[in-house]
Structures are given as structure tokens and as C-alpha cells.
């Protein structure tokens, strides 16, 4: 299976809008579940180094967090590198990039199956993870959910409460250094919570899904009132210019949301269509 883009974890930008019957937007547009990777900006992360060189680095960080992760003779790992063409991914090596890619590596050992991603239009990184075993439920619970359901490390790191989310961006890696840092910073934080997730029980999977539906309904509110706000910009311009089929179009769309202001402006534009001849 090709590894797809980070917008498409479960969490992201795309499955928010789907989620509420919005269209989908720019599909780099990411919101990670949790940004808690403290990334500062210097004059050396300025310089943009080529996409071969920071795949390079991920892939030997990589390696170096698995290596301490261990896992025995049981244990897996595989990498590639993609990019969409032609209506497909393609695999690829990191030579050939020439446009926006996705280095993957995906992993299984001590309990745990894993997958970092590199790369996408803002070169942003991820790591998405799950017990290898169904979590045990209490007899009066609900049946065991997929044991393969992944969540991303922030996510982990809050459910287990073992530390907070600072507010920090985690893209834009646009040098070695910073991809290697960012690999670190993962590893650390995997090596601590391994042995936890791996033992994860339903109580924990819930807590997550809980938090992902709310942080979903709050984004895809958010996105719902911009677009809202714009509506309204075009509905003033067509209203000064006597548009009135126009604004009742743009303002009916969300006619249950609107300010007293705006639902005036509808009830005039109503009143004053209705006194136009029919086209």
C-alpha cells in the first residue's frame, strides 16, 4: 500500500470536512491532533536544503529510533519514498524527488505497529501508532474495536497524561538538522510511551476517540464561520449593488446562523427581488 499523505491520518484537515459534509479543501492544509513539538526558527533553518538530503537524514534517524526501540527477531520495518502522478503513486528514490513527496517508514515490533511520514508541500512530519493486540474490554463493554486503529504520538502522550502539549508547530523542515531533530524528539518521546501503548487498554482507545471527535467538530466549526465570513463580504457587495437574486443565494445558505444585521439584509433582499419582473 502506498504510503498517503499525512492529510489523510485520521484527525486531519480533510476527514474534519468529511466529517460534516464540507468539501474538502487544499489537502496540505494539516492540522496535526496535537502540536507539541517545540520547533524554534533560525537564521540557519532559513536555508533549504534539497529534498534528497533531508529524506537522507530521515531515513538514518529513523533507523537510529528503531535500533533503540529493539524488538527482537519478530520485529519489521520497511521504507520508500512516493509521489502522486498520473493519477497514482509511484515509488520512487530520494534522487527523483521533483515535487511533493512522502518518505515513509513503517515499523512492528515490542507491541507496537508504527509509521513515520516525511514530506508533503510543507515538509511536515508525523507518527501515527497502535497496539499490535485488540485492548481488552470489561465484560459489559462493547465488543473490541480494530486493534490496527492508529493515533498519532500527541495523541498518546495526552490520553497516557504522562505530559502536556506545549503549542508548537512541528513543519517547514527544511533542513537535515531540523528533520533529525524532529526524528529525535519522536524517539524520545516513543521510547518512553512504547511499553504503554503496546498495553493500551479500551478505556484509553475511547479517551482518544472522544478527543478526536470534539477537536474535529471545533475545527470543522471554525472553517464553517471563515467561510461564512466571506459569504457575508460577497453578500454586502452584491446588496450595494442592488443584486438582490445574489444576496438572497450567498446569505439563504446560512440563514440559520446569520446576525440579526445579516438576516435584515436577507429580509430586505427578499422583499425587494419579490418587486422585480421575472427574468
Not at 537524514?57 to 519478530?74: H, I, M, N, R, Y
Request: hydrophobic share 45%; glycine share 6%; with cysteine.
Amino acid at each position: 500500500m502506498p504510503c498517503v499523505g499525512t492529510d489523510w491520518y485520521p484527525g486531519s484537515r480533510v476527514e474534519a470536512d468529511a466529517a460534516v459534509g464540507c468539501s474538502p479543501r487544499v489537502l496540505h492544509r494539516v492540522v496535526h491532533p496535537m502540536k507539541f513539538l517545540d520547533v524554534t526558527t533560525t537564521t540557519h533553518d532559513l536555508q533549504i536544503e534539497p529534498e534528497s538530503v533531508r529524506v537522507t537524514a530521515f531515513f538514518a534517524a529513523t533507523q537510529d529510533v528503531l535500533a533503540a526501540l529493539g524488538g527482537g527477531a519478530e520485529s519489521t520495518a520497511t521504507s520508500q519514498v512516493t509521489r502522486y502522478r498520473g493519477g497514482a503513486w509511484e515509488r520512487i528514490t530520494p534522487e527523483e524527488i521533483d515535487g511533493a513527496f512522502l518518505a515513509c517508514v513503517e515499523f512492528a515490533m515490542r507491541g507496537i505497529v508504527g509509521r513515520f511520514v516525511f514530506g508533503d508541500r510543507e515538509s511536515s512530519m508525523s507518527l501515527t501508532l497502535a497496539p499490535t493486540r485488540a485492548p481488552t474490554r470489561a465484560p459489559t463493554r462493547a465488543p473490541t474495536r480494530a486493534p490496527r486503529t492508529a493515533y498519532h504520538l500527541g495523541e498518546w502522550v495526552v490520553a497516557l497524561g504522562s505530559e502536556s502539549a506545549p503549542d508548537a508547530t512541528f513543519a517547514w523542515l527544511l533542513t537535515a538538522r531540523r528533520v533529525q531533530e524532529a526524528v529525535a524528539r519522536f524517539g524520545t518521546l516513543l521510547l518512553s510511551h512504547v511499553d504503554r501503548i503496546a498495553d493500551a487498554k479500551s478505556e484509553t482507545l475511547a479517551q482518544m476517540d472522544a478527543a478526536r471527535r470534539l477537536r474535529l467538530e471545533s475545527e470543522a466549526a471554525y472553517w464553517r464561520a471563515r467561510d461564512q465570513e466571506r459569504d457575508e463580504y460577497a453578500a454586502a457587495a452584491a446588496f450595494r449593488e442592488g443584486n438582490w437574486r445574489r444576496v438572497i443565494e450567498i446569505l439563504s445558505a446560512y440563514e440559520a446562523q446569520l446576525s440579526a444585521a445579516q438576516t435584515m439584509k436577507l429580509t430586505l433582499a427578499r422583499k425587494r427581488a419579490g418587486a422585480l419582473p421575472e427574468s
